[in-house]
């Protein structure tokens, strides 16, 4: 029975040992899983005549502080906007290359939603030059993404006599829209100058580039390259063009209001506004 009982124990371990190395030999037989591949890299285009004079890129691992500071509160920015912006990570970060400013709906402060707008104002301004985006906006009805300045004169003389010129605005109740306007002294709010501009296709299925032109005498807008907007001195009349003062950049992802209408209920949270970079060409001396 001793014998036996040895013979068995033996058999059983060199079973179990045989099982090992077959799990072993089959674990090494494995891929090893593919790294999780890095953002695409735009290359810098320098149009022909025009020269980079600043840019950012997103590339690090937090926001650039000696480029961008935030805009704070809620109490609706002026438009009956639902958001509270912060300047913590979950609403504003760097990710995989991308600037990501995300809409959450939380009970934060007095709001419901938060969100984050950043500016370049006391940092970095500009005046006249090229200045453009490749951003995805995110869907959905109530989100109101924009990429758009306000003149360096701002905390002097107010809004709409510093001048704010909108590179692009999109609201999700009209998916295949964007708009490109100007306010300024006697034409802001509802009587800004503005193009609207329609695809036929949802814009916010992918990323797109989006730009102005701006010099002495007008505002050209631009969509993926394309122009399809200009404004110029003669088109304010009489009233002051305020276009030839430096002006500032702001990025935000505002929630409801009176333009994008109210937030859908179907309309998804968290929402992501992606920027892949922001760049400022200025014109090369002839």
């Not at 089959?26 to 953002?39: D, G, I, R, V």
């Not at 109530?142 to 704010?164: H, I, K, R, T, Y």
């Not at 329609?198 to 390259?225: K, L, M, P, S, V």
Request: charged fraction near 25%.
């Amino acid at each position: 029975m001793r014998t036996t009982s040895s013979r068995c124990f033996l058999l059983l371990a060199l079973v179990v040992i045989s099982l090992g190395l077959i799990s072993a030999a089959t674990a090494q037989e494995q891929p090893t899983p593919e790294a999780t591949p890095e953002a695409e890299v735009t290359p810098i285009a320098v149009p022909e005549g025009w020269a980079l004079a600043w840019h950012d890129e997103f590339d690090g691992k937090t926001i650039d502080d000696e480029n961008w500071t935030y805009d704070l509160g809620g109490g609706g920015w002026g438009n009956g906007e639902a958001q509270y912006y912060t300047d913590r990570s979950e609403n504003a970060r760097l990710e995989d290359g991308m600037l990501v400013i995300e809409a959450r709906q939380e009970r934060y402060e007095e709001a419901y939603y938060t969100s984050a707008r950043l500016k370049t104002q006391g940092l970095q301004k500009f005046q006249y030059g090229r200045i453009e985006s490749r951003l995805r906006v995110p869907a959905g009805r109530g989100l109101w993404p924009a990429f758009w300045m306000l003149g360096s004169n701002f905390e002097e003389v107010g809004w709409p006599d510093c001048g704010e010129i909108d590179i692009m605005e999109y609201i999700g109740r009209e998916p295949d829209l964007i708009l490109g306007t100007i306010h300024g002294p006697g034409y802001s709010g509802a009587l800004g100058l503005s193009t609207w501009h329609r695809q036929d296709y949802d814009i916010a299925d992918d990323f797109h580039t989006y730009a102005i032109e701006w010099d002495e005498e007008q505002i050209t807008w631009f969509y993926d390259g394309v122009e399809y907007s200009t404004y110029t001195r003669s088109d304010v009349g009489e009233r002051e063009w305020v276009f030839d003062q430096p002006f500032f950049i702001i990025l935000n992802l505002a929630l409801g209001g009176q333009l994008p209408g109210p937030i859908g209920l179907d309309t998804v949270f968290p929402a992501q506004y992606l920027v892949d970079y922001v760049r400022v060409f200025q014109r090369e001396p002839s």
